[in-house]
C-alpha cells in the first residue's frame, strides 16, 4: 500500500481575497501583452439614417447590432455623410462630425461623465460662415478611435460598450454631427447611438493543449502537461465526518495557461482533492459540490480620477461557474481525487479593459460549499486567480468545450456593490421606484 502523500512538500502561493476595493488577484505566469490590432471588415455596408428635422445622418455601418445601431470592431471606419435640407438661406459657420464615449451610472441617480469627444470639421477654410440655400451634403471617413491619451496616466486602449441592467453601469458611445449657425441661433443636432468592440486577442495553448484541440480532444491535465497548467495555492477546509472524525481536506485548482480566454470558448480547469479520510475524501470530492466561480469586478470613475472622490464603488458579480467531472488521469493517489473541468465564457461577456475611467477584471475564485455529512469548523480564505477575457482567440486551433452548456448550472445571482449591503436589484428598485435626479459631470 502506497504512503500517504506529504502536503507539507507542496509549493506555496499568495492567497487572494476578491472582496477587496482593488482585488489582489494572485498571478502564477506572466502571459503575453494583449494584442490590440486592427480588423477590417468584408463585409457589405449595412446603410443606417437617423433624422432631426432638415439634418440628416447617414452612415455606411460595417454591421448593425442586435438593437439596430452601427457596429463597429478595432481599426473599422466610419463613414457617410451628413446632409442638410434648407428652404431658405441659412448661415453656416462650420460642419462637425463628433464620436462621443460617456460613462453613465444609475445607481441613485442617473450621473454621467464624458470622456471621450473625437471631432474631425467638415467644413474648411472659405467654405466657413456662407449663406447656403437647398441640399447639401459633407462626407466624413475616418477610423473608429481605439486608444486615449489621458494627462499624467498614459494612453489606454477604448472599452467595449457596456449596458448591464444588472450593474447600474453603462458605456455609451455616439456620433453626432453638428451644424454651426452663428452665436445669434442654436446648433443644429442629429446623434445616433454606436457599438463598438475592441479587439483583444487571447494568448496562445501550450503545444500539447494545441495539439489536443486540433485533434478534437480534451486538454492533457497538469501531470502531462505541467507547463500548460497554473497551480493556484490550495483551499483548506477543516470539518467532522457524521460528526464522528475531525479532518482536514485541501482542495487545489489549476487553470490552463495563459492565463488569458477569449469569449465564446472555455477555461479549462482541473481539481484535486487531498484528503487522509476515505469516506470524507469521497464526500467532498462530488463533481456536484465542488464550486468555482468566475468573479467579475467593475470599478468606474467620473471627472478628475486623481480625486478620490471621483472613484465609485467596486460593482462585483458572478459571472460563471465551472462543471466538473471525473478526471481520466490514472495517476491519483490513493488519498486524493482529481476531476476536470471548464467554465463556459458567453460569447457577449465583457472583455477585461484596464480603461482608468471604467475598468473589468475577473478572477477565477474557489468557493469551499457546505456538503452533507461534513460539519465545516475552518476554511482558508478564499483562494482565487486573476484572468483575462478576450475578444478574439489566437491563431490555431479553438478550445473546444467538453460538456455541452445546458451541463453547467448558472451561478447564483450575486451582483452587489462593493462596501455595501444592499444587491444591485435594491439599488434599481429604489432608483426607479422614487425619483430620480440627472446630474451630468462636465
Known amino acids: 500500500m502506497s504512503s500517504p502523500p506529504d502536503y507539507s512538500e507542496l509549493p506555496r502561493y499568495s492567497t487572494a481575497n476578491l ?78 462630425i463628433v464620436v462621443k464615449g460617456r460613462v453613465v451610472s444609475t445607481h ?20 466657413r ?30 472599452p467595449q460598450t457596456f449596458l448591464d441592467r444588472g450593474t447600474a453601469i453603462a458605456i455609451h458611445y455616439e456620433l453626432v454631427a453638428i451644424v454651426d449657425h452663428g452665436k445669434l441661433r442654436a446648433c443644429r443636432k442629429v446623434r445616433t447611438q454606436l457599438c463598438y468592440v475592441p479587439k483583444t486577442v487571447a494568448g496562445a495553448p501550450s503545444r500539447l493543449q494545441a495539439r489536443a484541440y486540433r485533434q478534437g480532444l480534451p486538454p492533457p491535465g497538469p501531470a502531462e502537461d505541467p507547463r500548460g497548467w497554473c497551480a493556484l495555492e490550495p483551499a483548506v477546509m477543516r470539518g467532522r465526518v457524521f460528526d464522528k472524525r475531525d479532518v482536514e ?27 487522509f479520510d476515505q469516506q470524507a475524501l469521497e464526500l467532498l470530492s462530488n463533481p456536484k459540490d465542488i464550486t468555482v466561480h468566475l468573479r467579475r469586478h467593475v470599478r468606474y470613475a ?58 473589468v477584471q475577473y478572477g477565477v475564485v474557489v468557493i469551499p460549499a457546505p456538503i452533507t455529512g461534513f460539519k465545516t469548523q475552518y476554511t482558508s ?20 468545450r467538453t460538456k455541452p452548456e445546458e451541463a453547467s448550472n448558472g451561478p447564483p445571482d450575486q451582483r452587489y456593490i462593493e462596501g455595501s449591503d444592499a444587491t444591485l436589484i435594491d439599488t434599481l428598485i429604489s432608483v426607479f421606484s422614487g425619483s430620480r435626479r440627472r446630474v451630468t459631470v462636465p
Not at 492565463?259 to 481539481?271: D, E, K
Request: hydrophobic share 35%.
Open 19 to 96: 472582496l477587496s476595493s482593488a482585488p489582489p488577484y494572485s498571478t502564477c505566469h506572466s502571459r503575453p501583452a494583449t494584442s490590440y490590432s486592427a480588423h477590417a471588415s468584408t463585409s457589405q455596408p449595412r446603410p443606417f439614417e437617423v433624422r432631426d428635422g432638415q439634418l440628416v445622418l447617414s452612415v455606411n455601418a460595417p454591421r448593425l447590432s442586435s438593437r439596430g445601431r452601427p457596429k463597429y470592431l478595432a481599426g473599422e471606419a466610419i463613414q457617410g455623410q451628413v446632409i442638410m435640407e434648407l428652404d431658405h438661406p441659412e448661415s453656416v459657420h462650420g460642419v462637425q
Open 108 to 127: 441613485s441617480e442617473i450621473t454621467s461623465f464624458t470622456f471621450l469627444r473625437d471631432s474631425h470639421d467638415l467644413l474648411k477654410g472659405k467654405q
Open 129 to 158: 460662415q456662407r449663406r447656403l440655400v437647398g441640399q447639401h451634403q459633407w462626407a466624413f471617413d475616418f477610423p473608429f478611435p481605439t486608444e486615449m491619451q489621458i494627462e499624467r496616466h498614459g494612453t489606454y486602449p477604448l
Open 249 to 275: 481536506s485541501r482542495f487545489i485548482l489549476s487553470l490552463a495557461n495563459p492565463l488569458s480566454y477569449a469569449r465564446g470558448t472555455v477555461i479549462p480547469c482541473h481539481m484535486t482533492v487531498q484528503c
Open 302 to 359: 467620473f471627472g478628475d480620477i486623481k480625486r478620490e472622490s471621483a472613484v465609485r464603488p467596486v460593482i462585483v458579480c458572478d459571472v460563471g461557474k465551472a462543471i466538473w467531472w471525473p478526471s481520466a488521469d490514472q495517476h491519483a493517489h490513493a488519498y486524493e481525487r482529481r476531476l476536470d473541468g471548464e467554465i463556459h465564457l458567453p460569447s457577449d461577456l465583457q472583455p477585461s479593459s484596464d480603461f482608468p475611467y471604467f475598468g
Open 381 to 400: 480564505p478564499q483562494v482565487a486567480q486573476a484572468v483575462e477575457i478576450t475578444t478574439w482567440h489566437a491563431p490555431g486551433p479553438i478550445p473546444l
